[in-house]
């Protein structure tokens, strides 16, 4: 009867352990996220901050005060959470190939009082239904960001990366 009891417990704990809570339907008050992206992660967005980061190649980098509108948070958040990432995402955490030049993505996320962090980079030709998803997510954010008069303010990036 003892082994009964600490079997239906440890199944308990297993199961109530794979279940995180689902992002909520509507987005939090307390949403915000901070991506960095593109090769060596060097573009992003912070909306803890309201700053985008331009990658000027040659040149470093270059940041704008850039503050994404309510309708474009709500966005991103659907998005998030359609994906799931405060549960378990399939993710590439290991490269099996080298690529150049190096792509690395980063997040963390926080809503509903909950904090997300994860990272995938190069996927040498193999990409889990998630990092497809995401990687969809970070060109639609590049697209908000890249349309504000701040970032378009920014000088031009010099050179190209081999």
């Not at 190939?97 to 509903?112: D, E, F, G, Y």
């Amino acid at each position: 009867m003892k082994r009964l009891r600490i079997t239906g417990l440890a199944i308990l704990v297993l199961v109530l352990a794979g279940c995180a809570d689902p992002m909520p339907e509507e987005m939090p008050a307390d949403f915000d996220f901070r991506l960095s992206y593109g090769v060596h992660g060097n573009k992003g967005m912070d909306t803890f901050r309201d700053v985008a980061v331009k990658d000027l190649v040659e040149d470093g980098s270059a940041e704008a005060n850039v503050v994404l509108s309510e309708e474009e948070m709500e966005t991103v958040y659907r998005q998030l959470a359609e994906i799931n990432v405060i549960g378990d995402l399939d993710l590439v955490e290991k490269p099996r190939c080298q690529a150049s030049p190096s792509t690395l993505s980063t997040w963390q996320i926080v809503a509903n009082g909950e904090t997300a962090e994860f990272a995938y980079g190069n996927d040498c030709g193999f990409e889990p239904r998630d990092v497809r998803k995401l990687r969809a997510l970070e060109l639609e954010i590049h697209d908000m960001v890249t349309s504000k008069e701040a970032y378009q303010a920014l000088p031009e990036a010099r050179g190209a990366y081999e």
